[in-house]
T-cell receptor
Framework: DAKTTQPNSMESNEEEPVHLPCNHS???????IHWYRQLPSQGPEYVIH???SNVNNRMASLAIAEDRKSSTLILHRATLRDAAVYYC????????????FGKGTKLSVIP | ETGVTQSPTHLIKTRGQQVTLRCSSQ?????VSWYQQALGQGPQFIFQ???????GRGNFPPRFSGLQFPNYSSELNVNALELDDSALYLC???????????????FGEGSWLTVV
């Protein structure tokens, strides 16, 4: 099983940056790190993914440690709409896209 | 909007009955996966279909079965429903069957199943 470790919950004030950490010490060299988030009563939503170097898109940035055993999802300015459960996942891509979801980090945004 | 649509959105069934859930994948995606998400838990992988063949299965009993059609849409069937089958069932679509770790997977909004 591809296992990741995340804090159960985090809080942020609205319009402040948020850094969501993830440990993935069993990651192999070719596994990408993916982040998804799930708003209440919705399906998981793709946020960002990367392999070695840091990545940016319109939603977030992903900072990957040099040894790839950890990563951080960065939301530059948290909004109320960012309140969700954030999942960090890696999968080998071999055989099937079997994603192993942990419990994720529940992010609360305080107005 | 991910382009992955699921139906029905909500349904209630009685223990022992059978249920069929449907999923239309994103245009061009040939791979469909199904997940079960119990309340307060992360999604759990049920199985995946690639080009109409099952090519991956999680730890679910045989009464969970599926189909993929030539247009890549898919069905999840659950027989002999149990109370613990009450959950959100998620469909996810992607490309390539699972050979590329960098491919993105897109989820639908899910079907809420309640078994009474």
């Amino acid at each position: 099983d591809a296992k990741t470790t995340q804090p159960n919950s985090m809080e942020s004030n609205e319009e402040e940056p948020v850094h969501l950490p993830c440990n993935h010490s069993t990651i192999s060299g070719t596994d990408y790190i993916h982040w998804y988030r799930q708003l209440p009563s919705q399906g998981p939503e793709y946020v960002i993914h990367g392999l070695t170097s840091n990545v940016n898109n319109r939603m977030a940035s992903l900072a990957i440690a040099e040894d790839r055993k950890s990563s951080t999802l960065i939301l530059h300015r948290a909004t109320l709409r960012d309140a969700a459960v954030y999942y960090c996942i890696h999968y080998s891509g071999a055989g099937s896209y079997q994603l192993t979801f942990g419990k994720g980090t529940k992010l609360s945004v305080i107005p | 909007e991910t382009g992955v649509t699921q139906s029905p959105t909500h349904l209630i069934k009685t223990r022992g009955q059978q249920v069929t859930l449907r999923c239309s994948s994103q245009s061009g995606h040939n791979t469909v996966s199904w997940y079960q998400q119990a309340l307060g838990q992360g999604p759990q992988f049920i199985f995946q279909y690639y080009r109409e063949e099952e090519n991956g299965r999680g730890n679910f009993p045989p009464r969970f079965s599926g189909l993929q059609f030539p247009n890549y849409s898919s069905e999840l069937n659950v027989n002999a429903l149990e109370l613990d089958d009450s959950a959100l069932y998620l469909c996810a679509s992607s490309l390539g069957g699972g050979g590329v770790s960098g491919n993105t997977i897109y989820f639908g909004e899910g079907s809420w199943l309640t078994v009474v």
